[in-house]
């Protein structure tokens, strides 16, 4: 119950322009305090995560495994005969690293990239103007539309490249609206575990691909079915968009409040849901009058959620993913242990990607448990040392003429790279996509969603259309200059990167804010005004002054 000390809120009500409806907050929420407690999961919200919940979460989901379906599909079909013969006949040098070095076959691959980024910048307008649901319509349809295109390509590359810039437009609009889709249906207890489901559907499209293309290699047009199974989870998407409904955050923010309410009722399995709604709709007004989230994003309040939204898709692509995921028959097409010849390769990407997916499905059932910073700065050790480890294995192994390497080296690459594959699967991989899609205010959401996936596409574009020549020319340097990324990105997360487990999206832009190091850039002097929600976890988490945290309490009553 709220203190007799504390001013109750005024009885106001919130008109939604568009369609007259008016909604007055609930006579549970009595105070501003109980607004901040409700925030901070102090008073039961009874968020429970319902059947209906999971259901549309996972649909969601499919946004990355368009994404994921993409970079295990490609690496695969680019190594088939008739496809290679075909399209990029240059391939096929006898050198260990060489073996793919050519600039057109790695076009091919990093356009869907660089169309992704530039798509995503109109997804952010069409996805906070028209809603979430209409950009999985629009991802859905793209990704159809590519598969088709690429699956029917002959001898030219014009159907091909067209394809892959519908699958980038599919991209773009697919990875900015699961994870804002998913973030603002989840419960706040369980966000992060249903927000990884994103990244599961990734790695869970790339297995899924790197299987088809075993199977589908055994004929001499079998890259015309890989290519053409991509249309089945853009049908998923596209249905998705179509059935699933809108999320409440979406809906109040345009204003439609009735039909957010039933929404939020039937995804959390009760009626019971005012305090949930009533902090949902009280962001929202806050926000009202506001600036363009585009300029809001870059004012000196947002500047820790701006380099946090750049900063975590670039050190997630800088790992080298991309180029293990992508053209992992082609790392290893070299490696014999499995076999001579394609399929072997083959054999060796679907182990490889297969125990990321396995990390990725356990992350899903501890990122509640355990934290995000634990897992990023675990990921990143791992990662750093396996990668380091790659290195010395080619540098001792694969010498200067080198066309394979020997069996017990074949052996260590594939068990490094798997534990690499593991550390990317339980750390950068989710909590990569995760935190930047916790962190901003409702005004600036969308935006930041859009600059987070531009990152991750152009530089994965950039990983992509680079890797081969630089495996080539940096040899089994290429592993190096991915693992000193990992290095870094250990000194990132433990200073920079705030921990966000348990923290309901709606405080999560105050309470990155009050981190013991961004409020130093937030604030004048660090020192954080009283006007802002400060609360009891935030001040054991940044280890603020508790007069303080009480003054900022203290404003709100």
């Not at 994870?179 to 575990?193: D, N, S, V």
């Not at 806050?286 to 898709?313: C, D, H, S, T, Y």
């Amino acid at each position: 119950m709220a203190s007799k000390m504390e001013k109750p809120i005024e009885r106001r009500s919130v008109t939604a322009a568009q369609t007259g409806q008016e909604y007055v907050p609930s006579s549970k929420i009595r105070s501003a305090a109980d607004i901040e407690r409700a925030a901070a999961g102090v008073i039961d919200v009874d968020a429970k995560t319902t059947t209906y919940v999971v259901l549309a979460c996972i649909i969601a989901a499919s946004g990355g495994v368009l994404f994921g379906y993409d970079g295990g599909t490609t690496g695969g079909v680019e190594s088939m005969s008739q496809f290679s013969s075909w399209f990029f006949p240059q391939t096929g040098s006898s050198s260990f690293y060489c073996k793919y070095n050519n600039k057109s076959l790695q076009a091919y691959s990093a356009i869907m990239h660089f169309t992704g980024s530039l798509a995503s910048i109109p997804a952010s307008y069409f996805t906070q103007h028209w809603g979430r649901k209409g950009s999985m319509i629009i991802a859905g349809t793209a990704f159809c539309i590519g598969a088709v295109c690429q699956a029917s390509a002959k001898n030219t590359f014009a159907p091909l490249f067209l394809g892959r810039i519908f699958w980038g437009i599919g991209v773009g609009f697919g990875d900015h609206c699961a994870f804002i889709y998913t973030a603002e249906m989840a419960p706040p207890r369980w966000r992060g575990r249903l927000n990884t489901i994103v990244q599961l559907g990734t790695i869970g499209g790339i297995v899924v691909a790197n299987a088809i293309n075993i199977g589908t290699n055994k004929w001499i047009a079998g890259w015309r079915i890989s290519l053409g199974l991509a249309a089945v989870p853009g049908s998923i998407l596209l249905l998705g968009g179509l059935f699933l409904p809108e999320t409440p955050n979406s809906l109040v923010e345009r204003g439609y409040l009735s039909e957010a309410k039933s929404v939020l009722q039937k995804v959390r399995g009760t009626k019971d849901v005012d305090v949930e709604f009533d902090t949902i709709v009280l962001a929202n007004e806050a926000l009202k009058g506001m600036e363009n989230p585009w300029r809001a994003i870059f004012r000196r309040r947002n500047r820790p959620q701006l380099v946090l939204a750049i900063a975590m898709p670039f050190f997630q692509q800088w790992s080298g993913v991309n180029g293990v995921s992508f053209f992992a028959p082609q790392i290893f097409a070299g490696v014999n242990a499995l076999g001579s010849g394609n399929q072997g390769s083959l054999i060796a990407a679907v182990i490889v990607n297969g125990v990321q997916l396995i990390a990725t499905i356990i992350t899903v059932f501890i990122v509640d448990r355990v934290g995000r910073r634990t897992l990023l700065i675990s990921g990143s050790v791992l990662g750093f040392a396996a990668e380091i480890a790659v290195a010395v294995v080619f540098a001792v192994a694969a010498g200067k003429n080198a066309v394979n390497l020997p069996f017990g080296a074949s052996i260590a690459a594939i068990v490094l790279i798997g534990l690499y594959s593991i550390s990317f699967g339980f750390g950068w991989g989710p909590i990569g996509w995760l935190i930047p899609s916790e962190i901003h205010d409702l005004n600036t959401r969308a935006a930041g969603q859009s600059i987070t996936v531009f990152t991750q596409l152009v530089s994965g574009a950039t990983v992509t259309q680079t890797f081969l020549n630089m495996l080539c020319s940096l040899k089994y340097g290429i592993y190096i200059f991915f693992g000193v990324w990992q290095f870094i990105a250990i000194f990132f997360t433990y200073f920079l990167v705030p921990e966000t487990r348990g923290v309901p999206i709606e405080e999560c832009a105050n309470f990155v804010r009050a981190h013991k190091v961004w409020r130093h850039i937030t604030y004048p002097g660090g020192v954080v005004p009283q006007n802002e929600v400060v609360t009891q976890m935030q001040r054991l988490s940044v280890n603020l002054p508790a007069e303080q945290a009480a003054d900022g309490a203290a404003s709100k009553r």
